[in-house]
């Protein structure tokens, strides 16, 4: 399984991406390029992606097929991070405080 990061660039979605899923695959390991880096075969959706990944960036898949996630779900840009698009602003309000005032805005 190969570790994804559930956050944009420096922008921060929730605190850790809570319900974002931290690996995506599995994916077959061509090749062992030295004791800590592993080449891995990636589909078609991240051929964008270089191909070799320290160990710290994989994790142990165990073969349960509920457990995978297909790519086609996932929006992931060159730098493995999760893509989020705005669906709808829900609740827009303007908090008052003593000298200033903070937009406040819901977002799904």
């Given at each position: 399984?190969?570790?994804?990061?559930?956050?944009?660039?420096?922008?921060?979605?929730?605190?850790?991406g809570k319900f974002n899923p931290r690996y995506?695959?599995?994916?077959?390991?061509?090749?062992?390029?030295?004791p800590v880096a592993y080449k891995l075969e990636l589909p078609e959706e991240?051929?964008?992606?270089?191909?070799?990944?320290?160990i710290?960036?994989?994790?142990?898949?165990?073969?349960?097929?509920?457990?995978?996630?297909p790519m086609k779900k996932l929006r992931l840009d060159d730098k493995l991070n999760f893509v989020e698009?705005?669906?709808?602003?829900?609740?827009p309000e303007v908090k008052q405080l003593k000298?200033?005032?903070i937009s406040i805005i819901k977002v799904r």
């Open positions: 399984m190969l570790k994804v990061f559930p956050r944009k660039g420096v922008i921060r979605f929730r605190k850790r995506i695959g599995p994916f077959k390991i061509l090749e062992q390029i030295s991240l051929s964008n992606v270089h191909s070799t990944f320290h710290s960036n994989l994790n142990k898949c165990l073969s349960d097929k509920s457990l995978v996630i698009e705005l669906v709808e602003i829900k609740d000298q200033s005032r």
